[in-house]
């Protein structure tokens, strides 16, 4: 069966520090990657996507994510984190989701 | 404002008893999806829909039923043979109705279910 890895489940970083979460994936044919993020009290909504083309995807609020296709990975990137940062970070290959990793940014 | 729109947001039930949790999109997307979401699980596939009709099993499919009777609306009923319902559901739908998982998901705010 499919699955997502993600390696770390709770992220503590103080502002501007840098942000690295992994995320790994069995392979299962084309690649369809995706990052959502689920800010408090809001809707699960998409940070970014990968399908083909240049491995290294921006996406909103700064964020990047690179897809090494020899790794399985697709590890989320943000060189200067934010206290609005602070949310609940999914990753997803098709419709499989990891387990999540909550990040927690001070001030 | 487009957008999807599940209800009731908290809802208890005692042990034994069926509860349909809605789900209601007015985006016009094809596709839509349950998923169930626990704490230090991520979110878990139950069902989807890629077409009026028609649905498919996901991962988690056991103890749950839906039905796709309209575009826009694709209700989920936790039957009482779910053995562990306790838990916070989400509702998505996609543009696409492809199988291929290209799709990107669009979001409710979710329902709480708790069982008593």
């Known amino acids: 069966a499919q699955s997502v890895s993600q390696h770390n489940h709770h992220v503590i970083l103080s502002e501007a520090a840098s942000l690295e979460l992994g995320c790994n994936y069995s392979?299962?044919?084309?690649?369809?990657l995706f990052w959502y993020v689920q800010y408090p009290g809001q809707h699960l909504q998409l940070l970014l996507k990968?399908?083909?083309?240049?491995?290294l995807v921006k996406g909103i609020k700064g964020f990047e994510a690179e897809f090494i296709k020899s790794k399985f990975s697709f590890n989320l990137r943000k060189p200067s984190v934010q206290w609005s940062d602070t949310a609940e970070y999914f990753c997803?290959?098709?419709?499989?989701f990891g387990a999540g990793t909550r990040l927690a940014v001070h001030p | 404002d487009g957008g999807i729109t599940q209800s009731p947001k908290y809802l208890f039930r005692k042990e034994g008893q069926n509860v349909t949790l809605s789900c209601e999109q007015n985006?016009?997307?094809?596709?839509m999806y349950w998923y169930r979401q626990d704490p230090g699980q991520g979110l878990r596939l139950i069902y989807y829909?890629?077409?009026?009709?028609?649905?498919q099993k996901g991962d988690i499919a056991e103890g749950y039923s839906v039905s796709r009777e309209k575009k826009e609306s694709f209700p989920l009923t936790v039957t009482s043979a779910q053995k562990n319902p306790t838990a916070f559901y989400l509702c998505?739908?996609?543009?696409?109705?492809?199988?291929?998982?290209?799709?990107?998901?669009?979001f409710g705010a979710g329902s709480r279910l708790t069982v008593l």
């Open positions: 998505a739908s996609s543009r696409d109705r492809g199988a291929s998982g290209a799709n990107v998901l669009t």
């Open positions: 392979y299962g044919g084309t690649v369809n």
């Open positions: 990968y399908f083909s083309g240049d491995p």
């Open positions: 997803a290959h098709k419709l499989i």
């Open positions: 985006l016009n997307h094809d596709a």
């Open positions: 829909s890629q077409i009026v009709n028609d649905f």
